[in-house]
């Protein structure tokens, strides 16, 4: 079965590193997409792919950045890792013209 | 951008009773589905639903798209739909899923 797989699960890390998210997924989409998730603010979008070599910024793309060398990855890398960063990540594919997105299991990012 | 407005924020039910949940969109929307995070974190897909009626057990979701909303009914709840429910759609042109706030869901035995 087609699947959207995150990693890791859950990381720790400290102020000024840099830290990056992996995202995979075996639907052959084109669009690929981060999410943050913080209470009170829903999900929000970080940055989105339509197909390789394709990257875009969502609404809240500072600190954050993505490259897309080929169809099945798109991983998050956040530059120098902040407080302010400590959330929970989600990776989507899908959602193109009548196609459904789907979501990874999300990291759980503390920056200390 | 569009704007997504959920309602009721909360919500707490009997197991066994009925719910309607909304989604409002300030513009029209291509593509629309509704998900439930459930009490892990997981975000599951519910329905994919850019116009219509359908139906997946005790679950049934409408979208009317000339007038930008779209409603879940759960029937019967169950403790294990407690959750969140979020709706979440694309603007005409691109394919950024916007995200509602979602409807907090708990049910109690």
């Known amino acids: 079965d087609a699947e959207i797989t995150q990693s890791p699960r859950h990381k720790i890390t400290e102020t000024g590193r840099q830290v990056t998210l992996a995202c995979h997924q075996t639907w052959n989409h084109n669009n690929m997409f981060w999410y943050r998730q913080d209470l009170g603010h829903g999900l929000r979008l970080i940055h989105y792919s339509y197909g390789v070599h394709d990257t875009n910024k969502g609404e809240v793309s500072d600190g954050y950045s993505v490259s897309r060398s080929n169809t099945e990855d798109l991983p998050l890398t956040l530059e120098s890792a902040a407080s302010s960063q400590t959330s929970v990540y989600f990776c989507a594919s899908g959602g193109g013209l009548n196609t459904e997105a789907f979501f990874g299991q999300g990291t759980r990012l503390t920056v200390v | 951008g569009i704007q997504v407005e959920q309602s009721p924020p909360d919500l707490i039910l009997q197991e066994g009773a009925n719910s309607t949940l909304r989604c409002n969109f300030s513009d029209s929307v291509n593509n629309l589905q509704w998900f439930h995070q459930n009490p892990w974190g997981q975000l599951i897909n519910l329905f994919y639903?850019?116009?219509g009626t359908k139906q997946n057990g005790r679950l049934s979701a409408t979208t009317v798209a000339t007038e930008r909303y779209s409603l879940l009914y759960i029937s019967s709840s169950q403790t294990t739909d407690s959750g969140v429910y979020f709706c979440?759609?694309?603007?005409?042109?691109?394919?950024?899923?916007?995200f509602g706030t979602g409807t907090r869901l708990k049910v109690l035995a």
């Open positions: 979440a759609g694309t603007n005409s042109g691109t394919y950024k899923y916007i």
């Open positions: 639903i850019p116009s």
